[in-house]
């Protein structure tokens, strides 16, 4: 059984910058997309980036522009890189691979958190 795992979190200041990593125990199919999503308390789970089988990146209107999804294969490695952190990016941030269906996905890290004050 493949696990995810993420590192990275932390606290930081409003207009700070994290990078998120999750790293994958095994190997994850290759025809399986990639995400990240992240949960605040009291709100909905929001899902904010996506990263296709052909390498098509997809953000949420409330992190484009300032966090990138990438993926480096050889290292089995996720990332998100987080830029211009706001308070409202407060959350705990998940990855995930391989989509089921609705909101579920074959793999799903543990999530870490972040916490950005202003």
């Known amino acids: 059984q493949v696990k995810l795992v993420e590192s990275g979190g932390g606290s930081v200041q409003a207009g700070g910058s994290l990078r998120l990593s999750c790293v994958a125990s095994?190997?994850?199919?290759?025809?399986?997309?990639h995400v990240w999503y992240r949960q605040a308390p009291g709100k909905e789970r929001e899902l904010i980036s996506t990263l296709s089988t052909t390498g098509t990146t997809n953000y949420a209107d409330s992190v484009k522009g300032r966090f990138t999804i990438s993926r480096d294969k050889s290292v089995n490695t996720l990332y998100l890189q987080m830029n211009s952190l706001k308070s409202e990016d407060t959350a705990v941030y998940y990855c995930?691979?391989?989509?089921?269906?609705?909101?579920?996905?074959?793999?799903r890290g543990q999530g870490t958190q972040v916490t950005v004050s202003s």
């Open positions: 095994g190997y994850i199919d290759s025809d399986c997309g």
């Open positions: 995930a691979a391989c989509w089921l269906a609705g909101q579920v996905y074959r793999y």
